[in-house]
């Protein structure tokens, strides 16, 4: 063989990987999507956590096909061309990982920090790697979501008429409010508005009919959402568009765009007035922003620089929780997760800094998009490709826009998409790649790269067989009633064993393309990350049964899957919340060694496995709402037990012992409980608690004490709507009367 047939194989080898990857990477960016979007599982106690799981998935094995590659081709991403469009990107990315470095807790928030890198590669692997006649596809598998997510938001609207219409178990989780296959009507109404302008766009390329349906059908949707700052963004997004498109491309309206101008800004100010309508309808929702955005500027002020890291809002946030919120939301165990303001949120996670450049990122992204389209009315470039780059630019204004008064682009359904639209952007604003090819040799695969191919296919297999096994686990106890429910379970099926068998598909292709070590072992750490991606799913099962257990009284069956949970996600300190309150609640203080319970060393008892997973919540989340009242709780318990030990005591050595214990654990009480009205100074079992506590202890100014401050309300607190109905509490009134009585026996005496 001749040295230049063998170059030509050698090259045509190398022309075959980049060829099949990028292909993979396109229609794995879209179908990605698609995943996202549509789909719903019930089984598990968060719904959405199958969206966050089909993230990690395939996010891990698309970052890790496109940078092993690259290294196998040795082909750099950023190149010099590339680098000042990519290092808006690449400064918000590292800015935001030195914030999080410096963070006080990183435990709670490592699963969202985790879901934003994957969302910063997520950009960077689009903006290297689109091309102009990638769009149609993308454009096309979003299209596919639509018509889907329409469809059904369709049917939950006719639901609304004709109850019985929509035939699936989840309908009516939000009354009348339409949220399709999201997990929230908001999260939904945030798809419509970025779909839209998308299929906007796709209407102005191809004039077909059938896109007009899909508009229309989206903007009833939208309605039914009820979601108020949706339908601004949306009214936006339409203003947004026009304005853009006739200042930067359609020259024969240059005469009237100063009235085209006025226009649109006319239908922003009357979208403005219709939202600021139908806000007043519910001013509670208004309120409750209100209440959360002044607490998140606290946060600003006391640590402006670094910021608090992301992910950590919700470990922070408690600490600063106006009361007026517990009132609004009639619950204790709620945390907030975001603000529901994306530059608050900016501001409160990575500091004034890290808002700005964030601001940054932003405006460059609209000002080249801008300015790209400007340039292209001038030249050859396709109009479609304009168009293309329109309606993009428009969907992530929308989403910004939304994202002032919403919290959808911090979730997997709309983060996903919020951050590849900011990649397509960039790939359709840079200038196009320089960067010859780096001339390739003839070499025969040398035998340790087949072993790693070998290695990287049985992974596959056996990880593969490994995740199958458990969603059988997870689907072999669900009790189908209807032929929906088994329709949905065989599409799961179909949608989890067709990402594995793409996805292995397109790791072992690539990496029997390539001839070099290095990427095929890299490949390798594909399918351990995919099972640990899946085993948190598993893990959001496990705590879904616990809840059902717990709702049936079966406190021990309870613990055994909370412990499940534990182990297979340790990021969610919820699931140790939850065992705690449940050790306390059976408090076998027998000592035995009990995995099932906790155990991994040592035998204890539920007091001590009590104690250790509410040491493990204040560890990474000291500002948990309930954490501190129900340790209170252990504590006033286990005094209880002990008086009434002592009362029974063989020997006065014994009695002084059990009355010590008790006397200890009630003083440990009060101080948990005390701490406690710090995060939350409105729970009224907290303050029945510390009034009881003072009637044992005969103390009848401290129980009063206790009994004026809840009804006096807390500090900050003036509405009468919130402070009015304390004085009417029952509860207080019965303790009151026994403060009263006790006080009449002791002045008879």
């Not at 790209?372 to 293309?388: F, G, Q």
């Not at 300190?573 to 060694?593: G, M, P």
Request: charged share 15%.
């Amino acid at each position: 063989m001749t040295k230049t047939t063998k170059k030509t194989l050698s090259n045509t080898v190398s022309s075959s990987l980049e060829t099949f990857t990028h292909r993979a990477l396109i229609h794995g960016l879209g179908l990605l999507g698609l995943l996202i979007t549509l789909c719903f599982f019930t089984a598990t106690y968060d719904s959405a956590q199958v969206k966050l799981t089909l993230l990690q998935m395939g996010a891990i094995t698309l970052i890790f096909l496109w940078g092993t590659v690259k290294m196998a081709l040795k082909k750099n991403p950023f190149t010099k061309e590339r680098l000042p469009f990519l290092l808006p990107v690449l400064i918000y990315i590292g800015w935001n990982l030195l914030c999080y470095t410096v963070a006080p807790y990183h435990l709670e928030a490592a699963e969202e920090f985790t879901r934003f890198m994957i969302y910063g590669a997520i950009t960077l692997l689009a903006a290297t790697e689109l091309k102009a006649e990638d769009l149609p596809i993308l454009t096309k598998y979003i299209i596919v979501a639509a018509w889907i997510s329409f469809l059904y938001a369709g049917l939950q609207v006719v639901n609304i008429f004709w109850p019985g219409a929509d035939p699936v178990n989840w309908h009516g989780f939000f009354t009348k409010r339409v949220f399709a296959t999201h997990a929230n009507p908001n999260f939904f109404a945030d798809f419509v508005v970025f779909s839209s302008c998308i299929i906007g766009a796709a209407f102005a390329i191809s004039r077909k009919k059938s896109l007009l349906v899909l508009l229309v059908l989206g903007a009833v949707c939208l309605f039914f959402t009820e979601s108020k700052g949706a339908w601004g963004a949306y009214a936006l997004a339409a203003a947004f568009a026009v304005f853009t498109y006739t200042n930067t491309q359609a020259l024969s309206f240059k005469k009237h765009l100063k009235k085209i101008n006025l226009a649109a800004l006319a239908g922003v100010l009357t979208a403005a007035l219709l939202v600021s309508y139908f806000t007043t309808k519910r001013f509670q929702s208004v309120s409750f922003r209100m209440h959360t955005w002044l607490a998140t500027v606290e946060m600003i002020k006391d640590s402006p620089i670094f910021g608090i890291g992301t992910g950590n809002f919700k470990v922070i946030y408690s600490a600063y929780k106006r009361p007026q919120i517990f009132y609004i939301e009639q619950a204790h165990n709620v945390e907030t997760q975001h603000p529901e303001n994306e530059l608050l949120e900016q501001a409160a996670v990575s500091g004034i800094l890290g808002l700005a450049i964030f601001l940054w990122l932003v405006g460059f992204l609209l000002y080249a998009a801008w300015k790209r389209l400007k340039e292209m009315s001038s030249s050859a470039t396709s109009p479609d490709v304009r168009l293309y780059l329109l309606g993009y630019t428009t969907a992530f204004a929308a989403m910004f826009i939304h994202s002032l008064v919403d919290v959808s682009i911090r979730f997997t359904s709309s983060g996903f998409f919020f951050a590849l639209f900011m990649g397509m952007i960039l790939a359709l604003v840079m200038p196009v790649s320089t960067q010859k090819d780096i001339p390739h040799t003839e070499t025969p695969t040398p035998w340790y790269a087949h072993l790693c191919q070998f290695v990287l296919a049985g992974l596959w297999l056996t990880v593969a067989i490994l995740i199958i096994l458990q969603f059988r686990e997870i689907t072999a106890p669900l009790v189908l009633h209807t032929w929906s429910e088994i329709v949905l379970l065989g599409i799961s099926w179909l949608v989890l064993c067709g990402a594995l068998l793409g996805a292995g598909y397109i790791s072992i292709r690539s990496a029997c393309l390539m001839k070099h070590v290095l990427p095929i072992c890299l490949l390798c750490l594909v399918p351990p990350l995919l099972y640990g991606s899946f085993t948190m799913f598993r893990a959001n099962h496990y705590y879904s049964l616990a809840i059902t257990f717990t709702q049936l009284r079966k406190n021990d069956g309870a613990i055994i899957y909370f412990t499940r949970a534990i182990q297979g996600n340790p990021f969610q300190v919820e699931y140790r919340q939850f065992r705690a309150n449940l050790l306390a609640a059976t408090l076998q203080l027998t000592q035995t060694f009990a995995p099932n319970r906790g155990d991994t060393k040592t035998a204890s008892n539920d007091f001590e496995r009590a104690l250790r997973d509410f040491e493990a919540v204040e560890k990474a989340s000291p500002n948990h709402p309930l954490l501190h009242h129900n340790r209170g709780q252990l504590y006033y318990v286990m005094a209880l037990r002990r008086s009434d030990e002592a009362t029974h005591a063989r020997n006065d050595g014994e009695y002084n012992w059990l009355k010590t214990e008790a006397l200890s654990y009630m003083a440990q009480a009060k101080k948990s409980f005390q701490r406690a009205l710090k995060s939350d100074p409105v729970n009224e079992e907290t303050y029945a608690f510390l009034i009881q506590i003072g009637l044992l202890e005969n103390n009848l100014d401290e129980a009063q004490t206790w009994i004026d401050r809840y009804y006096q309300g807390p500090d900050g607190v003036t509405e009468s709507e919130f402070l009015d109905p304390l004085k009417q509490n029952p509860r207080m009134q019965l303790l009151q009367q026994q403060i009263i009585a006790r006080r009449a026996q002791g002045s008879n005496r």
